[in-house]
C-alpha cells in the first residue's frame, strides 16, 4: 500500500467516523448507518461512502499534498464525473499546490460558479503540513447539495474491502507470522514457506487454540475442501518470500 493509499484510508476512517456520530454538516445527508468500501467498475473512485439507511452512495478522490495545479484539476473533473454512477462525488485535496498556489480556495469558486453551483460535489481540503495516518483531519470547504433524484446508473460495490482481511483475526495473523519465519529457519518439511506454516496454523486452529475477531475460538469445519477455502483467505502475506520453495535440512 503506497503513501497516497495510506493517507486515502485515513482520511475514508475520518470521514466516516464524522458521519457515523452525527456530525454537522454530515448529518444534514448521510444517517450513522454508513460506512466506507470499494468500487473496482469504472470510474474507480479511491473509496466509497455508503448510507445503508438512505442508501446513499459518495465516490471519492484523494489527491495527496505536493501535486501540480493541473493534477488538483483533474481531481475537479473526476468527481463530476463520479457524479454520474454514485449519488455524491467527493474531492479531498491540500491547501496548496506544489507551487504554494491556494489551489482548494480556486475549486471552492470554481465550484460557486452558476453552472456547477447545485452540484452534488463536497471538497474537503487538509494541511499538508499535519495530514499522516494518526491526524487525518480536515475541513469541509465545501458540503453536497441535496440531490434531487438517483443517478441514470450505479456504480457495483465491492462485497469486501482490502482484500478481506476481515477474515483473519489480529492473533491468527500474528501466529501465521511467526510460523512463517519458524519456517525460514526449520522448514518442518518440503514445500513453500507460506503452506508449510498455513498447515501448522490449521492444526492450532483444530486444536482450539486461536481466536476469531470477536475473541471467541475460532472454528472451522475439518475437511480438505473446507481448509483450501480457508487458505486462499490466509494467504495475502506483505512479504516477497512466502511463497518461495525451501528443502528441509
Known amino acids: 500500500m503506497n503513501t497516497h493509499d495510506v493517507l486515502a484510508y485515513a482520511v475514508a476512517t475520518e470521514a466516516v467516523r464524522r458521519v457515523r456520530t452525527g456530525a454537522t454538516p454530515w448529518n444534514t445527508i448521510f444517517s450513522p448507518d454508513s460506512y466506507i468500501t470499494a468500487s473496482r467498475s469504472w470510474p474507480v473512485p479511491d473509496f466509497v461512502l455508503v448510507d445503508t439507511k438512505h442508501k446513499l452512495m459518495a465516490g471519492a478522490e484523494f489527491k495527496p499534498p505536493q501535486q ?89 460495490l465491492d462485497q469486501s ?23 525460514t529457519r526449520r522448514p518442518s518439511s518440503t514445500g513453500s514457506i507460506r503452506d508449510r506454516a498455513f498447515d ?15 475473541g471467541g475460538v475460532r472454528r472451522y469445519t475439518d475437511t480438505s475442501k473446507n481448509k483450501t ?14 511463497g518461495q520453495k525451501q528443502t528441509a535440512r
Open 68 to 156: 501540480s495545479k493541473r493534477e488538483y484539476l483533474t481531481g475537479l473533473g473526476q468527481v463530476i464525473a463520479y457524479a454520474r454512477d454514485f449519488h455524491y462525488g467527493l474531492l479531498i485535496l491540500p491547501q496548496i499546490a506544489d507551487d504554494g498556489y491556494p489551489i482548494a480556495s480556486h475549486i471552492r469558486d470554481v465550484l460557486l460558479e452558476a453552472p456547477l453551483a447545485n452540484a452534488p460535489i463536497a471538497v474537503l481540503v487538509y494541511d499538508p503540513s499535519v495530514l499522516a495516518p494518526s491526524t487525518p483531519g480536515f475541513t469541509e470547504l465545501r458540503f453536497f447539495t441535496p440531490r434531487l433524484g438517483a443517478p441514470p446508473r450505479l456504480a457495483k
Open 161 to 183: 474491502f482490502y482484500a478481506k482481511w476481515r477474515e483473519m483475526g489480529p492473533e491468527e495473523m500474528l501466529r501465521l507470522l511467526e510460523l512463517s519465519y519458524i519456517e
Open 200 to 214: 501448522r496454523l490449521w492444526l492450532e486452529i483444530q486444536s482450539g487454540d486461536l481466536h476469531h475477531w470477536a
Open 229 to 242: 477455502a480457508v487458505s486462499k483467505n490466509y494467504r495475502i502475506l506483505p512479504s516477497t518470500w512466502a
